[in-house]
């Protein structure tokens, strides 16, 4: 994917890591004429939009940390970060059987070896993460309401931002770190925050 050669340094990613993420997008493209996955699928913007957003993320993960992605859907962030962050667990939860299906096969096209698609219900699941997000989930209240018992001791809501967001900590959470970065190809600025109990 040359969209990727490009921006990866830009956007903080790994160049070695480009036949892996051309395959989650080829397999992307595919499934979305059939699969509602995303609005965003033109090669430049999938990089900008989702790969490089997630990225920030992978990076400040602790080392051998469980991650628990809710809706995770196209696969963002959960397999943006298994990739990028081999020593992670990743769980990748989805209540929809094609885009389950969809998570399942890509993988598998990305020989990725440290993640799990759970098609279900994330509020169902009895495990405890080291982190918790839900990139398609925007109110912090709501997503430490829903999810927040998913949580291990310590453990953080991983929050994807946008800088003009309202941000409001969730009742019995306080701020742990805050990232704020720049998506390339004019895609805009973000914020990263992880809020703990």
Known sequence: MEAYRRLAPEAGLPLELAPVFAAWHELLVRWNVKVNLTRVVAPRRAVAYHLADAAPLARVLPPGATL?????????????????????????????????????????AMGLRNVDVVHDRAEDLHERFDVVTARAVVDPPELAKRFGHLLADGGALALFLSTRAEFATPDGFSIAQEVAYTLPAGEGERRLVLVRR
Request: with cysteine; glycine share 12%; charged share 15%.
């Open 68 to 108: 628990l992605d809710i809706g995770s859907g196209a696969g963002v962030p959960g397999l943006v970060v298994a990739a990028l962050r081999p020593d992670a667990a990743v769980t990748c939860a989805e209540s929809s059987v094609k885009k389950a299906a969809f998570l399942g096969q890509a993988v598998a």
